[in-house]
């Protein structure tokens, strides 16, 4: 009589009603303890299942002397029989263990596919909701719904007359009589600054006439900021956090979070084309013709005389931020994907991509026509992009500002084709959270200088008239300050 547990002559032998099978006392009561199941067939057993057999006292036998060849024979066949058992009952433990092992990994890549094609769907899903026609109209109700075709001949007929006014003119263009020079630029310092107005501010727009800022924030509410009073002279409310913000003569225009693009004034405009947030918003040279970007991956045109949207075109991408060519004639869309497209605007087909290698924060086409700035979400650097080049020829000056750039302005003298002045300089604006640098680029040296840096925090910049002031929004506080 063995122990089924110890292979041993048990002391006190007790055997399981459940199995028949001997144990030595102590070992199975112990088994039992944590267990609560027989070790040989997996039953449930208790120790009042046990059943105490009686038998003579068992006497150890003495171990083998192992002098001589015979009981060195016994001992090893023993011990062969011994290790063929427990190599036996190893194979049989690795062969359940793979068959657990398949099934789990089975089950897994089942489970898997099944994610991978719910995954799918889903894509698919959101995708074909990007793509859903919106209506867009006006505040009354009226919509109409618009298609990724180019724009009506009215509209496309006056892109093309801009353009060529504007081209024909912009080589012979002299800089403006009175505009600032690299002097008057050195100087800039505060002159103004308003309370705190607009928290979670992202973008400026100053009117024309240099008096008024449009602004916005987080909390849906634009405000026309007057300079000369140093106050809000007009409140709006735009119904979602504000993305970004132009002037349409005096009527403010402004995008938000929930996909609207609203436009003030006699008549309000509310345009829902977006399928998500609009990111931004430029407004075409002519005047006539406003853009809108979102995650949508699209851009939209609208009519502003109209009041209605015109074409929709998709990406394959989400948009960030949007500009046109000061001639008109293209339209450029920064991505998520670090692609900047550019688009012919009368018929939307994509004319050229340049890669910024980063989610674009921020782009702006200079006034000579050849050049655009661009920076990437969350970089130090300005690469300024030759519009006539393909590719990592493209890069005509990467500006290492120092800190963090969110936006990016140049002023209007950029004309590097300006015959009767050969030393004519252009300024670019970059500012960030750590403050604002304006560069220079001189055309007599072809090179950049650092004109004046100043610890100004500033979420987004823009140029006053004859580029004599610099007016900044902090978003942390939506402090307005006009630097001259």
């Not at 130090?380 to 493209?394: C, M, Q, T, Y």
């Amino acid at each position: 009589m063995l122990c089924s547990i110890s292979g041993e002559a048990p002391q006190h032998p007790v055997a399981s009603s459940k199995s028949g099978n001997v144990y030595e006392k102590r070992l199975i009561e112990q088994y039992i303890s944590e267990n609560h199941k027989d070790p040989v067939n997996g039953e449930e057993l208790e120790v009042t299942d046990l059943i105490d057999l009686k038998s003579a006292r068992i006497v150890t036998p003495r171990p083998p002397t192992l002098t001589s060849i015979p009981s060195l024979l016994t001992t090893f066949q023993n011990e062969w029989d011994a290790l063929a058992l427990e190599s036996f009952k190893l194979r049989q433990q690795l062969n359940q263990t793979r068959q657990e092992l398949t099934t789990a990994l089975y089950q897994q890549d089942a489970a898997i596919r099944v994610i991978a094609k719910l995954t799918r769907e889903r894509d698919e899903a959101r995708d074909a909701l990007s793509k859903v026609t919106v209506g867009a109209g006006a505040s009354n109700g009226d919509a109409m719904q618009i298609d990724s075709q180019g724009l009506p001949e009215e509209l496309a007929a006056k892109v093309d007359a801009t353009q060529e006014k504007l081209s024909k003119s912009r080589r012979k263009r002299p800089v403006p009589q009175g505009w600032a020079d690299t002097e008057a630029v050195e100087k800039f310092n505060i002159t103004t600054a308003s309370k705190p107005l607009y928290p979670g501010a992202s973008a400026i727009a100053v009117d024309e006439a240099g008096e008024l800022v449009l602004s916005g924030g987080s909390d849906g509410i634009a405000s026309v900021y007057s300079i000369a009073d140093n106050k809000v002279q007009q409140t709006l409310e735009a119904g979602a956090a504000i993305t970004d913000a132009v002037w349409y003569g005096s009527q403010p225009v402004v995008s938000t979070s929930s996909g609207t693009v609203k436009v003030f004034g006699d008549g309000e405009i509310t345009f829902t084309s977006h399928a998500g947030k609009a990111n931004g918003l430029a407004l075409h040279p002519s005047g006539d013709i406003l853009a809108s970007v979102g995650v949508d991956k699209s851009f939209v045109l609208y009519d502003l005389q109209a009041g209605k949207a015109v074409t929709q075109i998709y990406t394959d991408s989400e948009l960030t931020t949007a500009a046109f060519h000061p001639d008109g004639h293209l339209f450029a869309a920064g991505g998520a994907d670090g692609q900047i497209k550019l688009f012919h605007v009368n018929t939307g087909e994509n004319a050229a991509n340049f890669d910024l290698g980063g989610s674009v924060q921020d782009l702006a086409f200079s006034e000579n026509g050849i050049w655009f700035a661009a920076v990437a979400r969350g970089s130090p650097n300005v690469v300024i992009f030759d519009l006539r080049k393909e590719g990592k020829a493209a890069e005509a000056k990467v500006l290492e500002i120092g800190g963090q750039v969110d936006s990016l302005r140049w002023d209007y003298s950029g004309d590097l084709g300006h015959q009767t002045n050969p030393d004519t300089a252009q300024f670019l604006a970059a500012s960030g959270p750590g403050g604002f640098t304006i560069s220079q680029y001189t055309k007599a040296s072809k090179k950049w200088d650092n004109v004046i840096s100043l610890a100004v925090p500033a979420t987004a910049v823009a140029w006053g008239p004859e580029a004599k002031t610099l007016v900044t929004v902090n978003g942390k506080d939506g402090v307005v300050t006009v630097l001259g």
